[in-house]
């Protein structure tokens, strides 16, 4: 038993559970997240501090006579996606004790959630489309490259759920749960990052 708790080796719940507790550092996954999330991060403070550059460098904002985006809905959604936080971090918690329905439970309650915020904001993007495009001017390119970024990163993880859940059913190994954690922090920074999207997006209402 001692070499399954020190290798990927632990191919049931409570042997998973039993690595994840004696494990004294992270696992190369956890690393691989935390440099991706660190990296995209850097991508989001450039594109935000960009928008901010072009705003400030303009005397109307949004140019062009577009109309401000409307606060209300966008708000709304974004905290309902943000608190998909809560359903993966219960899936992580959940994978870590060796609970792997209520871990495949927690990730499809957070994916039902996701998939409804990204269904409306696809709908939402085809929309202003038709009302302003990335070409019109600064605030086009910047605007549609910043939702086109969160997006991006959104629809990745929910991929990456679709996977979780697939995984899942076949029940808890060491290499999955190390995957519920590592992605439960993906969401963790997808949300934070959509949450400072739409509020510099929705900087231009004030």
Known sequence: MSDVTRSMEATSGSA????????AAFPNGLWGIYLLIATEGALFGCLIATYFY?????TDWPLGGIEPPDVTVPLILAGALALTSIPMLG??????AGRARAAW????????????????????FRSDL???RPEDNAYGSIYYTLLGADHAHVFIGMLLNVWLLA???????NYRVIGVRAISWYWHFANLMTLFVVGTLLSASA
């Open 16 to 23: 998973a559970a039993r690595v994840a507790a004696r494990r």
């Open 167 to 173: 995984r899942l059913l076949g029940g808890l190994t």
């Open 54 to 58: 072009l705003r400030f460098q303009s």
């Open 130 to 132: 038709s009302d302003f």
């Open 105 to 124: 439970v927690f990730i499809f309650v957070a994916l039902v959630v996701q998939s409804g915020y990204f269904a409306y904001e696809m709908h939402s």
């Open 91 to 96: 899936a992580s918690l959940a994978a870590q």
